[in-house]
């Protein structure tokens, strides 16, 4: 399509948002003519989403910022069977408990980006446990169950790759797209849902949705997906080479959150800015024309923007100080991440491979020796070639820590317990 009439979905398409669409003309045509409320599913398998969930997220603050009801749908029960699709193996089984502290966790990051208080078009946070943890077995397979085609589940590409594996596809997760297709339904009778959105990888799943409440008599359902991402290397949204980029500042920093940004590749920066910032289309234009080192210039912005949204401004703010004043000046900014030791360790002395490995720099010596051997080290700003040297209380600086760096992006303060 051309052009879209609704505001919602013509901001989506000019930021790259949009990748499947079930219905566009019907879609296109239901969200310019009235407001709509739609969905994307979290399963609340850890206690902070990360940066992979981030376009997602992004796409629901849309549809809120356009006038229309986004419901951020908590797996509670779904949660309990685990979604397969594309997954090499299956996920551990979580409890009730787990699964609800996590949640509990999660809401705090949603409300980073959807307002749930609003006097008009609020956000929900809803829980599936609220109609699947009740569920009779025998009623809902006959309810339910028979309108699903074993021959058809089994030609999704999601089920075929599990049983091309030597890990078998379990009969509990085989039900997960069930169950997901009666959230849709459950959603609509309850909340008047229309539209369910998600990565590319869900459209079997939301289709599978769209056809039971079509057997099931709701009013038409609708499906969106967004194209899943990677960066222009081919690596992973979401991962970095120290773990998951954690969107929960307990789990990774704002600052660390604001150079993970920073270092992206120069092809990604207009794409990222029209994802994950709510930037002015003529402003990214104008950033993504800088050439040469400043791009740079344009990554920083790209680095404050997301990381003030998430973490708010002035965190986003004094995290980008902190990068000036380390890069540019050399200076011990005090807002670097930080570990601390034992101090009674540090006294009697630990060598530098095990040291960089405590701070989370290197995942084991061998890989923090190839550092040294790479010239990549430095200990309080001074390039270390020693791989066998220990530190002790005599390398505190002034300040009382000891600063480790790899490279010229990644600093770490050691603190003394």
Excluded at 84 to 104: G, H, Q
Excluded at 372 to 382: H, L, Y
């Amino acid at each position: 399509m051309s052009a879209f009439k609704s505001d919602f979905l013509r901001t989506l398409s000019e930021r790259g948002f949009i990748h499947q669409i079930s219905d566009e003309t019907g879609l296109d045509d239901l969200l310019a003519k009235e407001t709509v409320t739609a969905y994307i599913g979290y399963d609340p398998t850890a206690s902070s989403l990360h940066v992979g969930h981030l376009t997602q997220t992004m796409m629901l603050y849309w549809f809120q910022q356009t006038g229309h009801r986004p419901i951020s749908l908590m797996g509670g029960g779904t949660g309990m069977v685990g979604d397969p699709s594309f997954k090499e193996e299956a996920r551990k089984l979580m409890t009730v408990e787990m699964i609800e502290d996590n949640i509990a966790s999660l809401k705090a990051c949603f409300s980073r980006y959807l307002d749930y208080d609003r006097d008009s078009n609020a956000a929900l946070m809803i829980n599936n446990a609220e109609w699947l943890r009740p569920l009779n077995y025998l009623e809902f397979l006959r309810d339910v169950g028979r309108h699903f085609s074993v021959n058809r589940m089994l030609s999704f590409d999601s089920v075929k790759t599990r049983l091309d594996r030597e890990q078998s596809l379990s009969f509990l997760e085989f039900n997960y797209m069930i169950l997901q297709a009666y959230d849709f339904v459950e959603l609509n009778k309850r909340y008047g849902t229309r539209l369910q959105m998600g990565g590319s990888d869900q459209w079997g799943n939301i289709i599978n949705g769209i056809d039971l409440g079509h057997r099931m008599g709701t009013p038409q359902l609708y499906a969106l997906t967004s194209p899943l991402l990677t960066t222009s290397s081919g690596a992973k949204m979401g991962k970095s080479a120290s773990g998951a980029v954690w969107l929960n500042a307990d789990l990774l920093s704002p600052y660390e959150f604001w150079q993970y940004w920073r270092n992206t590749e120069d092809a990604d920066v207009e794409r990222f800015l029209k994802l994950f910032t709510i930037l002015p289309m003529d402003e990214i234009v104008r950033l993504a024309a800088l050439g040469g080192s400043e791009i740079n210039d344009a990554k920083k912005v790209l680095a404050t923007e997301v990381t003030a949204m998430l973490h708010g401004r002035e965190a986003a703010e004094q995290a980008s100080e902190t990068a000036r004043k380390t890069f540019e000046e050399g200076a011990l900014a005090e807002s670097l991440p930080t570990v601390e030791i034992d101090g009674a360790e540090l006294e009697g002395g630990i060598g530098l491979l095990a040291l960089f490995v405590k701070a989370g720099l290197a995942g084991s010596n061998g890989e923090a020796r190839r550092h040294v051997q790479g010239g990549a080290v430095r200990v309080n700003d001074e390039q270390v070639t020693d791989e066998k040297r220990v530190l002790g209380a005599g390398d505190l600086t002034s300040e009382g820590v000891i600063k480790l760096s790899l490279g010229r992006k990644k600093h770490i303060l050691v603190r003394p317990a």
